[in-house]
């Protein structure tokens, strides 16, 4: 199988992005000496879409608990959020919500944890798919589905033709590297061409895979010469090898 690019959404983002919210206008949020619970949620919702923006990210955020907090000598306080952290892990990311005064003094500090949903195009199953069916064209549909927590998605049908479901996958499932795999280059069954390197001596024998595998994998192969199974490396669909650099 091709190399397929796989997404991870929970990658490292190295950019930090700073939004300030100002929300001088809204009386029932922010006035003098009082800033809301719901301006602080607010600004805190809108740092988190201002870095999903950035970094083109699919993020439906809540923030589920705020506080507001009372200011003195601060005339009409302004709100600044932005990520307390650098990356984003699991569904969860910590926001920074400063309140400044009219001088641009942050005169308190807020900490909240806005929990997110990841969205994607990803590749998905179309059919419910039985462990070991290969996977044809038309049982591969794009669709924008949830991927938090999910790692190694396909972000492109291309190339996941022929694949193989290593388990057993029912239809609207994303597909990923942990449930399918590369259609195997050898078959059980299928006769292959054994090579043995000892030092600089290479031999070869003719023998039948007794299981499945894939380039670089490990299989048992029987060798009708010697009469004996060893475990050798499949180099291509017809060969495989035994001593330096094999089983």
């Not at 009082?34 to 993020?59: P, S």
């Not at 795999?181 to 030092?199: H, K, S």
Request: aromatic fraction near 4%.
């Amino acid at each position: 199988m091709r190399r397929i690019k796989r997404r991870n959404p929970f990658r490292t983002l190295h950019v930090c992005v700073c939004v300030m919210a100002l929300f001088v206008g809204s009386q029932d949020r922010i006035h003098a000496g009082t800033v809301t619970a719901e301006a602080v949620r607010a600004a805190g919702t809108e740092a988190v879409r201002a870095y999903a923006a950035a970094n083109k990210l699919d993020i439906e955020p809540v923030i589920p608990h705020a506080r507001g907090v009372e200011v003195e000598g601060a005339g009409v306080p302004v709100l600044r959020a932005s990520l307390a952290a650098r990356e984003i892990h699991g569904t969860s990311v910590p926001v920074r919500v400063e309140v400044l005064n009219g001088s641009g003094e942050v005169i308190r500090t807020l900490h909240l944890v806005a929990r997110v949903r990841v969205f994607a195009e990803a590749a998905v199953a179309a059919r419910d798919i039985a462990r070991g069916d290969s996977l044809a064209a038309g049982d591969i549909v794009m669709k924008r589905v949830e991927v938090g927590g999910v790692r190694g998605y396909y972000t492109s049908p291309e190339g996941l033709a022929g694949v193989w479901a290593k388990t057993a996958i029912r239809a609207g499932t994303v597909l990923r590297a942990s449930n399918i795999r590369p259609a195997p280059a050898v078959r059980r069954g299928d006769r292959v061409t054994i090579r043995a390197v000892v030092g600089s001596v290479e031999a070869s024998s003719e023998g039948i895979a007794r299981q499945d595998g894939g380039l670089g994998e490990c299989i048992r192969v029987y060798n009708e010469m010697t009469r004996s199974t060893a475990l050798c490396r499949i180099l291509d669909s017809h060969t495989v090898q035994v001593g330096k650099g094999g089983g």
